[in-house]
């Protein structure tokens, strides 16, 4: 059975850190991501990964403070994320693809086929 479990949210100060881990089991996946998603705003994403090469994307608002990740001997997938700010406050979720897409698609959440339940990032200011 193919599942994406995320850990790791939990409520901090601005400028403080949390890193989240999305545990994958059931398949392999040539794409995985981040995204978030904040009360009454769509699902944006955030970060992504080609598992394959290692090639990594960011939108702008994550680039220089989150950092993706991956640990393919323990097949689990890492958010890092630093100076965090109010504006960050979201459920962030795991994706993930099992086929191939064009790197401007990796932060779509059209782009992804299989989704963890979420977990909750709240900063306060």
């Known amino acids: 059975q193919v599942q994406l479990v995320e850990s790791g949210g939990g409520s901090v100060q601005a400028g403080g850190s949390l890193r989240l881990s999305c545990a994958a089991s059931?398949?392999?996946?040539?794409?995985m991501g981040w995204f978030r998603q904040a009360p009454g705003k769509e699902r944006e994403g955030v970060a992504s990964?080609?598992?394959?090469?290692?090639?990594?994307y960011y939108a702008d608002s994550a680039k220089g403070r989150f950092t993706i990740s991956q640990d393919n001997a323990k097949n689990t997938l890492y958010l890092q994320m630093n100076s965090l700010k109010p504006e960050d406050s979201a459920m962030y979720y795991c994706?993930?693809?099992?086929?191939?897409?064009?790197?401007?698609?990796?932060?779509?959440?059209?782009?992804?086929?299989?989704w963890g339940r979420g977990t909750q990032v709240t900063v306060s200011s």
């Open positions: 059931g398949l392999t996946f040539r794409n």
């Open positions: 990964i080609d598992t394959y090469h290692s090639l990594l």
């Open positions: 994706a993930a693809s099992r086929v191939w897409n064009y790197h401007d698609r990796l932060l779509k959440p059209s782009t992804y086929t299989t």
